[in-house]
């Protein structure tokens, strides 16, 4: 697998018959970052807090523990648990986890709402804003041994 952010290996993988996989505004193939992709639930889910600060910037302990809470919950609602044989059901989109902060951010006590409200404001890029088109599910084939991600067209 390459990333290749100014599309440098193009020539590569059409010598070695490889797929190409374009991930723009408007590419017709997208990655939902919630996918789990056969992975391991528990291995994701620690990948998902490594990726939301890169998403949303720096986030504070208690945001930390909310988005935890929201992608378990927005993963609960879509049938998958820690058990390996609901890893293959339909995963939630960043939609889902904002729809759970949302119910959260109504039963939560005042101080705590200001909180969920700045997640939800910044998750709002990536539902609604700019990156809107990162909240739809996967729809990529990995049927080659040489993927290349051609991000250089990404916000």
Not at 82 to 90: A, H, Y
Request: proline share 5%.
């Amino acid at each position: 697998m390459v990333i290749d952010p100014q599309g440098e290996y193009r020539g590569l993988v059409q010598r070695f018959e490889g797929q190409r996989i374009d991930l723009s505004r408007n590419s017709k193939t997208m990655i939902n970052p919630l996918d789990l992709m056969g992975h391991d639930y528990a291995e994701n889910s620690l990948a998902l807090m490594d990726l939301m600060p890169i998403m949303l910037g720096e986030l504070t302990e208690p945001q930390k523990a909310f988005i935890d809470k929201a992608l378990t919950e927005a993963y609960k609602s879509k049938g998958i648990t820690q058990e390996s044989d609901t890893w293959d059901n339909e995963p939630p989109i960043l939609q889902n986890v904002v729809d759970v902060l949302e119910v959260m951010e109504k039963r939560a006590i005042v101080l705590e709402r200001s909180t969920i409200r700045s997640l939800i404001n910044r998750l709002s890029l990536y539902t609604e804003g700019v990156f809107s088109f990162m909240n739809r599910h996967t729809n990529i084939n990995f049927d080659n041994q040489f993927v290349c991600f051609d991000i250089g067209s990404l916000p």
